[in-house]
């Protein structure tokens, strides 16, 4: 693969990329990573600016962005939707062609997956969706990289994701390990399983890349041999007046030390793009015992982000 092919390229999902591209970010990640431990300053990014548009609220995403970009020298500049008129007094399309004039690059975290596609389209600059309501596609390259830190290669390891099966993070999940070749499970109760378009799309990923795709209801049936449990928060940033709604329903799919039992592996960890509710989708002693690497994942969004902007920064 020729790296220059990067080269301006936005991220708004992994659909667009190849295995050969998704593996240089995960090797440049992992190269980025070691630079920080050994506290090289390299400034690759002086003189350059990012503008981080966030309708959402954001621990994560917000400080990997910011202390990526800024480390390198270049110049983070935070704008939510109350400094900027995002989609109100002032289109989405001009809000981009303004920005793309000003600055090297964009980052979104937001609702809409159509906002950030429309900001890729007309700002002339690589545009990373930090989040929207149908991808998380940051989160899950840094997900990646947890897992071949625990396993090695991810290729034939299995991720077992427990829970809300058809939000944002599910779906990346579910599209980079097809991409990859990484077998995927989502135990989720049937109303709650990722969309007919989305398993459709990852189906013929999985054919090329010999990946398993699994979805089922049955909790102790899917985590079977799995090399890693994930979950997330049952009602995602929005759907608050559905909390009561998705406790009764999810609460058979809590990770539990029973459910991590339940996989007959040993070595399999914990996984969670946090925030996570303590005592709802997963119990406290697993998120805080041994087995859980969360805040390995919550580390790597720094160094995947910024290996994601050196790779396709001008």
């Not at 659909?15 to 998704?22: A, G, H, R, V």
């Not at 900027?84 to 303004?98: H, N």
């Not at 608050?240 to 990770?255: D, F, G, I, N, T």
Request: glycine share 8%.
């Amino acid at each position: 693969m020729n790296p220059a092919s990067l080269k301006g390229r936005s991220l708004l999902t992994w659909i667009d990329y190849s295995p050969d591209e998704i593996r240089y970010f995960l090797e440049l990640s992992k190269k980025v990573k070691e630079e920080s431990r050994k506290g090289s300053v390299k400034q690759r990014f002086k003189g350059k600016s990012i503008a981080l548009l966030f309708e959402k609220r954001s621990t994560r995403t917000r400080a990997a962005f910011e202390t990526a970009f800024g480390e390198e020298g270049g110049h983070p500049v935070f704008l939510s939707n109350q400094d900027i008129q995002l989609g109100s007094k002032e289109s989405i399309e001009d809000t981009a062609r303004v920005l793309g004039r000003m600055f090297d690059a964009i980052e979104f975290r937001g609702f809409k997956q159509s906002y950030v596609e429309i900001l890729a389209k007309y700002s002339g600059v690589p545009v990373y969706n930090g989040l929207t309501d149908r991808y998380h596609p940051t989160q899950a390259l840094a997900d990646l990289q947890t897992i071949e830190e625990e396993f090695g290669d991810c290729k034939g390891r299995t991720l077992c994701y427990v829970g809300d099966g058809r939000n944002n993070v599910a779906n990346s999940l579910m599209i980079i390990s097809a991409k990859m070749g990484m077998n995927f499970t989502v135990v989720s109760p049937e109303s709650l399983w990722p969309d007919e378009e989305i398993r459709g799309i990852c189906a013929t990923f999985a054919k090329e890349s010999g990946a398993r795709l699994h979805v089922t209801s049955d909790p102790a049936e899917g985590v079977k041999g799995a090399d890693a449990i994930y979950t997330d928060v049952w009602v995602s940033m929005g759907e608050e007046a559905l909390k009561a709604e998705r406790v009764k329903l999810l609460s058979p799919y809590q990770v539990n030390d029973a459910l991590m039992e339940a996989t007959g592996n040993p070595a399999c960890i914990f996984m969670h793009c946090l925030p996570a509710v303590k005592g709802e989708e997963v119990t406290f002693d697993v998120v805080e015992g041994p087995r859980s690497r969360v805040f390995d994942e919550a580390e790597n969004r720094k160094h995947t982000i910024k290996a994601i902007m050196l790779a396709t920064i001008s």
